[in-house]
Nanobody, 125 residues
Framework: VQLQASGGGLVQAGGSLRLSCAAS????????MGWFRQAPGKEREFVAG????????YYADSAKGRFTISRDNTKKTVYLQMNSLKTEDTAVYYC???????????????????WGRGTQVTVSS
């Protein structure tokens, strides 16, 4: 499975960005995809996750109410719509996928075996 993330950029606080993650290869076996982010000097953390086969979604507390994860199965693409961005959202954002994700592991970085290259999101004050 190959993942290609895009859509990052520089935005002012309060603004919006939409990240995309296009999957290719043996995507039929993936159960879920997630977005993680890593700020300088910090651990990579879970942001949001979505199942491929139903509408279930998961969000970190920091993302609830501001971010929306969605998918387009025909395009094998997952999106992360980020609104009301804050300076603390500045990070490199990564998409990840795996075929063995469960409800208990959706938020766990080590549960994902497939990762895309990150896309930088910078929110200025």
């Amino acid at each position: 499975v190959q993942l290609q993330a895009s859509g990052g950029g520089l935005v002012q606080a309060g603004g919006s960005l939409r990240l995309s993650c296009a999957a290719s290869g043996r995507t039929y076996s993936n159960s879920a995809m997630g977005w993680f982010r890593q700020a300088p000097g910090k651990e990579r953390e879970f942001v949001a996750g979505i199942w491929w086969r139903n509408n279930g979604t998961y969000y970190a507390d920091s993302a609830k109410g501001r971010f929306t994860i969605s998918r387009d199965n025909t395009k094998k693409t997952v999106y992360l719509q980020m609104n009301s961005l804050k300076t603390e959202d500045t990070a490199v954002y990564y998409c990840a996928a795996d075929n063995a994700i469960t409800g208990a592991t959706m938020r766990i970085r080590r549960a994902y075996n497939y990762w895309g290259r990150g896309t930088q999101v910078t929110v200025s004050s």
